[in-house]
């Protein structure tokens, strides 16, 4: 089983900055698939961003492409997410997730952490 903790959330003006971290446990991180969904109040959770375990790919929604960016550091077990020129639209809780068997189904999620973007 892998526990997957996020932190790094807050608020920030629109325009700003801010660095999400997801630590896991567990020994094969390298090997997950890693992701960020976000989820609105009132809205259904969408896709953010991933990362592959193996190969590095990275892939991003529209809406984030260009201005976040996953990364890995898999010494440290954690996977992150820099938002950049945030938008007040980006506001929701902020989940990680991993697939763990390389299959296309995150069955490992964090608790969530707020990102609060003001105009």
């Known amino acids: 089983q892998v526990l997957l903790v996020e932190s790094g959330g807050g608020l920030v003006q629109a325009g700003g900055s801010l660095r999400l971290s997801c630590a896991a446990s567990?020994?094969?991180?390298?090997?997950?698939?890693m992701a960020w969904f976000r989820q609105a109040a009132g809205k259904e959770r969408e896709f953010v961003s991933a990362?592959?375990?193996?190969?590095?790919?990275?892939y991003y929604s529209d809406s984030v492409k260009g201005r976040f960016t996953i990364s890995t550091d898999n010494a440290k077990n954690t996977v992150y997410l820099q938002m950049n020129s945030l938008k007040p639209e980006d506001t929701a809780v902020y989940y990680c997730?991993?697939?763990?068997?390389?299959?296309?189904?995150?069955?490992?999620w964090g608790q969530g952490t707020q990102v609060t973007v003001s105009s």
């Open positions: 567990g020994r094969a991180f390298s090997n997950y698939a």
């Open positions: 990362i592959s375990g193996r190969s590095g790919n990275t």
């Open positions: 997730a991993a697939d763990r068997n390389g299959n296309g189904r995150y069955d490992a």
